[in-house]
């Protein structure tokens, strides 16, 4: 993309199955080992997305998916280490762990461009997420770059009758068994349903080796998918102390931003540039509204009010988040700022 390339994210969906042994230990047991694994979870907020979903009443073989993404491997290898290290954790097991990565498409898309524009997770607030890894046949790599297109913008012309279904395309090539994973995100799984049939029809459907195994996965918070597991419910104490943070998320140390410093953090599954100016710290979304370049990669102009884009030339508000110059059209979205001793916070 003329202007810059942005780093991709690394793609993780981890899958849970919890022994049905842990239940029969006692209340109070249940109820602190939930809390440990959730706030275990929750302090891996500020470092990558991260999405919750329960699979109990779907699947036989899992209970919950965690849907994870950064720019580091590390990353995610310390937050299952952190989950599997927990008390709960001890009665975990993985049955199904996918890897991919963010890359643009290499069809292009001209009437719906949001198409191949898939560098950085955008999850939205869908009720359901259905999720399955994806192989093609070895002869479709054979075919002509144009008869690929052509039966892709077929694609692309049945999803489009189904405008509340949204999908989300990552790469496993060389990174894991499958060469795609593939997550369709919507609130109405018949809708979903009449899609993936409309699908089967289509000739790139022929070239299909692998589509299976299918999850469909329910989007709640931490606290519901842990309780959907069974046994104690999570007190109504932990819960109140999570509200009365007022949804402040820690993200970063004073030490991690020193005077001049950004950084791409997350507060669930909002990407946010986090800045400091002379000792005042500014949040603010990480996608430019022109170009859609991360924002944490550019800079703050000499009068410390200026935010400018490191692709186009675009410019905000870094106070408000309001446009300030260059091609720039539509504000972002600015978020509080919060220090608590050596933490700053976002909400």
């Not at 989950?83 to 996918?98: E, H, K, N, Q, V």
């Amino acid at each position: 993309m003329a202007g810059g390339e942005e780093k991709r994210q690394l793609v993780r969906y981890l899958f849970c199955k919890l022994d049905p042994i842990w239940r029969r230990q006692s209340m109070d047991k249940q109820i602190e080992q939930k809390i440990e694994l959730s706030d275990t979870i929750r302090g891996f907020q500020a470092k990558c997305l991260l999405r919750s979903y329960s699979t109990m009443g779907t699947r036989g073989d899992t209970d919950f998916m965690l849907w994870q993404a950064t720019e580091d491997l590390e990353t995610l290898q310390a937050l299952e280490t952190a989950i599997f290290s927990t008390r709960m954790g001890a009665y975990l097991r993985t049955p199904y762990s996918y890897l991919a990565m963010t890359k643009r498409s290499i069809y292009e898309f001209p009437e719906d461009p949001e198409q191949d524009d898939q560098i950085v997770l955008t999850p939205q607030d869908s009720k359901y997420l259905f999720l399955y890894p994806f192989v093609k046949t070895r002869p479709w790599y054979k075919l002509p770059q144009a008869e690929r297109q052509e039966m892709m913008s077929e694609h692309v012309r049945i999803g489009r009758k189904y405008p509340d279904i949204r999908i989300n395309t990552a790469y496993s090539f060389g990174l894991d068994d499958q060469e795609f994973m593939v997550g369709f995100e919507g609130d109405d799984p018949g809708e979903f349903l009449d899609l993936v049939m409309q699908l089967r029809e289509s000739d790139a459907s022929a070239y299909t080796l692998q589509d299976t195994p299918i999850f469909t996965c329910i989007q709640m918070s931490l606290w519901d998918v842990l309780d959907s597991l069974g046994g104690a419910s999570v007190s109504e104490l932990a819960r109140a102390a999570e509200r009365d943070a007022e949804g402040f998320v820690a993200v970063a140390t004073l030490g991690e931003l020193a005077p001049g410093a950004s950084k791409r953090v997350y507060n669930g599954a909002d990407a946010i540039a986090l800045f400091n100016v002379d000792g005042t710290y500014y949040a603010l979304s990480d996608r430019c509204s022109h170009g859609r370049a991360s924002l944490s990669e550019g800079s703050v102009a000499g009068d410390g009010c200026t935010l400018n884009c490191p692709w186009h030339g675009g410019m905000f508000d870094i106070r408000t988040g309001e446009p300030a110059g260059g091609p720039v059209r539509e504000g972002i979205k600015k978020y509080r700022v919060k220090v608590e001793g050596d933490r700053i916070l976002v909400g």
